[in-house]
Structures are given as C-alpha cells and as structure tokens.
T-cell receptor
Framework: AQKITQTQPGMFVQEKEAVTLDCTYD???????LFWYKQPSSGEMIFLIY??????QNATEGRYSLNFQKARKSANLVISASQLGDSAMYFC????????????FGKGTMLLVSP | GAVVSQHPSRVICKSGTSVKIECRSL??????MFWYRQFPKQSLMLMAT?????????EQGVEKDKFLINHASLTLSTLTVTSAHPEDSSFYIC?????????????FGEGSRLTVL
C-alpha cells in the first residue's frame, strides 16, 4: 500500500483564490511527521510546512495551512490568496518514527494559477 | 535556514562514462545525507542513505556498484554514476536533515539533471 497518496494529478485555481491540495497517509507508527514541499520547474525542493502527529493544532506558515485530520489520516495543504508564483508541483511527504530519517513522498499535484 | 549545495546542476555525458555529483552542507554538519532520483513528472524515490564514515545504505533495486556513494566528511557526500547509460538519465537530488531545525525537515540541494547520450 502507498504510504502517501495524492489523488489530484493537477489542480487549477484563479489568482487570489484559495486552493486545497489533498494528501492522505498510511502508517502504523504513533509518532510521525507530515511535510509539504513545493517544486518549481527549476527542480529545487522548497519546504513549506510541517505537522507533527502529536500536534493538536493545525500548522500555519503565512499563506500555507495544513488541515490535519488524524482520524482520517489526511493532511491537506491549503494555500490562501493564490499567486502566479505558486504554480508548481507540490509534494506531500511523511517521516515515520522519531529522529531524522528519510521522507517518503507522494506522487505530487501540479498546481496552475491563472490570472 | 540550512543550505545544501549540489554540483553540477546539469551534466551531459556519453554512454559508458562516469559522472560524479557532489552534495555539500554549507552551514551545518550532516552525518547523514539522502540521495533521491526523480524521473520526469514522477515523485522522488530514495536511492540510498549516505552515512559519514561508513558504507551507504541502498534501497532495494538500486545497484550499489553502479551508484557509488562516498560520504568522506561531515559536509560532503558524492554520488558517482558509473558506466552511465541512457536509462540513467534523470534528476538526482540530495538532501540532509539539520538538527537545528525544529521540524526536522530535509534541506535539499538544487538537484543535478543528468543526460546520458
């Protein structure tokens, strides 16, 4: 079974509108972390936001917020007030357990922001 | 934030030659670095975990004799693609965790796009 599932291959949004990118995960660990990264066409991976499994509040970072629903095992990314520069590939990722191990990535969602 | 630098960003080589990619942590020490490969329009797939001072750990299906990893210092890991073939053409990207980061996120290099002719 896939550990990280992103069901939206592509999403379109108009500038200044909000958009939600879906992510569900699968783990039997009690301690885990969920991450979202942005990958523009240049290829670099830009860290956006993090949610720990024990965090009771949803994480927020500027225009990014993470809608964490633990019982449903979902960690959707919400981007408010979309900008043209938000057009990129977005990856949801998970680290299982504690420590500084690697991340498992989903297949990604391509977001296109139109004027 | 922590900075990871990767070089070269693009490389084109002939089939049968070897290519070395460097990954450096510029402002922190990294005892562990991760090497990923990304084919066009696909996700990042972990190839191997590079450990300073010891052998790398390879993921299932990744040939350790083809993808040589050396982690000689706390700030440098190298990936050498030996006897490269066109099917090795891909985007290779390294990353490292920084213990100074509260979230423990991975910091990524800029990536290296390899084209084997």
């Amino acid at each position: 079974a896939q550990k990280i599932t992103q069901t939206q291959p592509g999403m379109f949004v108009q500038e200044k509108e909000a958009v939600t990118l879906d992510c569900t995960y699968d783990t039997s660990d009690q301690s885990y972390g969920l991450f979202w990264y942005k990958q523009p066409s240049s290829g670099e991976m830009i860290f956006l936001i993090y949610q720990g499994s024990y965090d009771e509040q949803n994480a927020t970072e500027g225009r990014y917020s993470l809608n964490f629903q633990k019982a449903r095992k979902s960690a959707n990314l919400v981007i408010s007030a979309s900008q043209l520069g938000d057009s990129a590939m977005y990856f949801c990722a998970m680290r299982e357990g504690r420590g500084y191990s690697t991340l498992t990535f989903g297949k990604g969602t391509m977001l296109l922001v139109s004027p | 934030g922590a900075v990871v630098s990767q070089h070269p960003s693009r490389v084109i080589c002939k089939s049968g030659t070897s290519v070395k990619i460097e990954c450096r942590s510029l402002d922190f020490q990294a005892t562990t670095m991760f090497w990923y490969r990304q084919f066009p329009k696909q996700s990042l797939m972990l190839m191997a975990t590079s450990n300073e001072g010891s052998k790398a750990t390879y993921e299932q299906g990744v040939e350790k004799d083809k993808f040589l990893i050396n982690h000689a210092s706390l700030t440098l890991s190298t990936l050498t693609v030996t006897s490269a073939h066109p099917e090795d053409s891909s985007f290779y990207i390294c990353s490292a965790p920084s213990i100074s980061s509260g979230a423990g996120e991975l910091f990524f290099g800029e990536g290296s796009r390899l084209t084997v002719l």
